[in-house]
Nanobody, 127 residues
Framework: QVQLVESGGGLVQAGGSLRLSCAAS????????MGWFRQAPGKEREAVAI????????YYADSVKGRFTISRDNAENTVFLQMSSLKPEDTAVYYC????????????????????WGKGTLVTVSS
C-alpha cells in the first residue's frame, strides 16, 4: 500500500527555518500532485502548499506566501517544504498528501481531492 513518511519537524525559534521532507513509496509519484497540509491545535486542517505532478503549477495559502516553498524530486519520490521566517502561528502538525494528475495544483487544496496521507510531523515555533 502507499506510504507517505514525513520528516524534518521539530522545535524552532520564531524567524527560523525548517525543511520538511515526505518520502513516498508504492506510489506513482511522478504522476501525483503532492501537498502539505497542517492542523493547529483546536483548528481545522488546512492546505499549506500544493505542487502538481510536473512541478509546473503550485498553490500556497496566503498565510505562507513568500515564506514557504514547495518542491519535488521525482527521481527520489520526495516532496519538500522549505519554511522560512517561521512564526508561532505556524505551529501545527504538518501532513503530506498525494493526489492525482489531471488538475492544476489549486484543485488539490481540498482535502477530499487527496487520495493518500502521511501521519504527520510536528512543527513548533517558539516566540
Amino acid at each position: 500500500q502507499v506510504q507517505l513518511v514525513e520528516s524534518g519537524g521539530g522545535l524552532v525559534q520564531a524567524g527560523g527555518s525548517l525543511r520538511l521532507s515526505c518520502a513516498a513509496s508504492r506510489l506513482t509519484f511522478s504522476r501525483s500532485a503532492m501537498g502539505w497540509f497542517r492542523q493547529a491545535p483546536g483548528k481545522e486542517r488546512e492546505a499549506v502548499a500544493i505542487i502538481n505532478w510536473s512541478g509546473s503549477s503550485t498553490y500556497y495559502a496566503d498565510s505562507v506566501k513568500g515564506r514557504f516553498t514547495i518542491s519535488r524530486d521525482n527521481a527520489e519520490n520526495t516532496v519538500f517544504l522549505q519554511m522560512s521566517s517561521l512564526k508561532p502561528e505556524d505551529t501545527a502538525v504538518y501532513y503530506c498528501a498525494a493526489g492525482g494528475t489531471t488538475y492544476s495544483a489549486s484543485y488539490y487544496k481540498r482535502e477530499g481531492a487527496m487520495d493518500y496521507w502521511g501521519k504527520g510531523t510536528l512543527v513548533t515555533v517558539s516566540s
